[in-house]
Nanobody, 122 residues
Framework: QVQLVESGGGLVQAGGSLRISCEAS????????MAWFRQAPGKEREFVAA????????FYTDSVKGRFTISRDNTKNTVYLQMNSLRPEDTAVYYC???????????????WGQGTQVTVSA
């Protein structure tokens, strides 16, 4: 059973940067594709970014392209999301997820963290 624990969320002003992390335990981290999703109040959970098991490929939802970067360190069992040029509309709970394939659909991921709150003030 894989456990995922996010950290690094917080309050930041618009235009600022934040890096959130997700550490995995209990499984072979390097075997999993990893992704970040987010959920804002009153909205459905949405895909943000995903990265392959090797880190060799990644993709993003259009609204974060050029601002967010997903990366992973398999020696630390950790995936990161570097968020730059943050906007108030990026405010959400951010969740990391692990799965077998690199996909945009939340249903394709088997393991989820508890989430970390990111709040961007105007």
């Amino acid at each position: 059973q894989v456990q995922l624990v996010e950290s690094g969320g917080g309050l930041v002003q618009a235009g600022g940067s934040l890096r959130i992390s997700c550490e995995a335990s209990g499984g072979a981290f390097s075997n999993f594709a990893m992704a970040w999703f987010r959920q804002a109040p009153g909205k459905e959970r949405e895909f943000v970014a995903a990265i392959s098991w090797s880190g060799g490929s990644s993709f993003y939802t259009d609204s974060v392209k050029g601002r967010f970067t997903i990366s992973r360190d398999n020696t630390k069992n950790t995936v990161y999301l570097q968020m730059n040029s943050l906007r108030p509309e990026d405010t959400a709970v951010y969740y990391c997820a692990a799965g077998s394939l690199v996909r945009r659909d939340a249903a394709d991921y088997d393991y989820w963290g508890q989430g970390t709150q990111v709040t961007v003030s105007a």
